[in-house]
């Protein structure tokens, strides 16, 4: 079983549009409510696969019930802790060539009782996870010095931890030993202090991250690919998709393939890409499964050529 962890999960209501126009009356044509936030993707990644997960969500306000409600429509497990504020509700706007405009509220303030509940309900089950995989954006209120708590908690306790965020929490989750750090390029980019040029700058800097306690690094790298670096050296990987319909999710995807496909070695990389391909070829952050995924176009090197360019 792996445990997801959103502190700041989203009600996600993206809407296809022709072309964004600032200042105008925009008609949609299709729109799409989905339960959201990095680690309530990757739960329901899992589940769109057969594979059981528990997501730990605090949720308060009429938008809290309505994620509740959103998650246990698409069958997912999960434990819901009440907090006061009100759940955020995450904006995107996809327009027909791929680009997508996203809109993310801060999210309701996490208060110190509430942020020490939410640890308490994650450290309770953690002992049954084969994964902790704490996901996304810090909401407003708690510290980085509770959320690091946290992180150290989980794996004193020998909890495999994998942490998806960014800025300081990313920061936190690999100085507290993670098992594995998911950083896309930006988040990468932020945490070296230095903007990736090449694939053999993205290797260098998932070096650091690792040297810096993280155990593995999965780097994605959009239209790029994803980088794995951990203990058995680099591997790196591609999976083109000729018109991306919504990226929204893909790194939640890419995350929850790699889980599923083993967590190491070139099984698990092509696992990941052939799940954040699929995500990228669907609607709004609808979750790939089994009949989205093809593996044939994914290609995976461990030999690969720093001085590849990346997209600008
Ligand atoms: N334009 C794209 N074309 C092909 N694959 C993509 C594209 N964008 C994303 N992906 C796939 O989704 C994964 C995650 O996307 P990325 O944008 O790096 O993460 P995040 O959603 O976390 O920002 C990538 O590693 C890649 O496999
Ligand atoms: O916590 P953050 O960074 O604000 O992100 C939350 C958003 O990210 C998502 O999980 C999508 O993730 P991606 O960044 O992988 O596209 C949405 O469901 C959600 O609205």
Redesign the pocket.
Known sequence: MILTV?????V?RALEVDALVRGEVLRAGDSHI????????VSRALLANGLRSTAVVPTGGAEGDQLVDLLKGEGVDMLAVPIAGRT?S?I?LAEPDGT?T?I??A?PVVSDAEFAQVSDAVLAVASAADWVVI????PPGPSIAAFADLCERLVAAGSRLAV???GPALLAGVAAGAALVKP?REELAEAVGAEPATLGDVIEACERLRAAGAGAVLA?LGADGAVLVDADGVLCGVSPVPVPRS????????LAGFLAGGARGSAALTEGLAWGAA?VSLPG?RMPTPADLDRTHVSVTPDPDPSRRLHP
Not at 34 to 41: S, W
Not at 135 to 138: A, K
Not at 247 to 254: F, I, M, S, W, Y
Request: charged fraction near 20%; charge should be negative; include cysteine.
């Open positions: 959103t502190l700041n999960p989203s996600d989905d339960p959201g936030g990095k680690g309530v993707n955020r995450n995107t997508v996203k993310n509220e999210g996901c996304g954006s810090l998806d965020s960014s896309n994605s990226t929204v999710g893909a790194g939640d995807a890419l995500a952050s």
